[in-house]
Nanobody, 111 residues
Framework: QVQLVESGGGLAQVGGSLRLSCVAS????????MGWYRQAPGKQRELVAR???????YYADFVKGRFIIYRDNAKNTVYLQMNSLKPEDTAVYYC?????WGRGTQVTVSS
């Protein structure tokens, strides 16, 4: 059973930055595809970014050029560096690995 624990959410100003972390346990992390999703109130959960075991990345159009996903296999951790934050980035952000989900971390962007 893969366990995922997110951290790093909080309150940021418009144009500011936050870095989310997700620590994984219970799997061969270095081979796993890892992703970040988000869900805003009243909206469906959506994919933000993902990174393969080989380091290939994918970004949703709405975060391209602003967010960076990267992994540290030695620490079993995947990160989401969020820059140039906008109010519409406000959501609960979830770490994902195949069928496993973290509990989420709240990100609020205030103007």
């Amino acid at each position: 059973q893969v366990q995922l624990v997110e951290s790093g959410g909080g309150l940021a100003q418009v144009g500011g930055s936050l870095r989310l972390s997700c620590v994984a346990s219970g799997s061969i992390f270095s081979k796993d595809r890892m992703g970040w999703y988000r869900q805003a109130p009243g909206k469906q959960r959506e994919l933000v970014a993902r990174v393969s075991g080989g380091g290939e990345t994918y970004y949703a159009d709405f975060v391209k050029g602003r967010f960076i996903i990267y992994r540290d296999n030695a620490k079993n951790t995947v990160y989401l560096q969020m820059n140039s934050l906008k109010p519409e980035d406000t959501a609960v952000y979830y770490c994902n690995s195949y069928e496993s989900w973290g509990r989420g971390t709240q990100v609020t962007v205030s103007s």
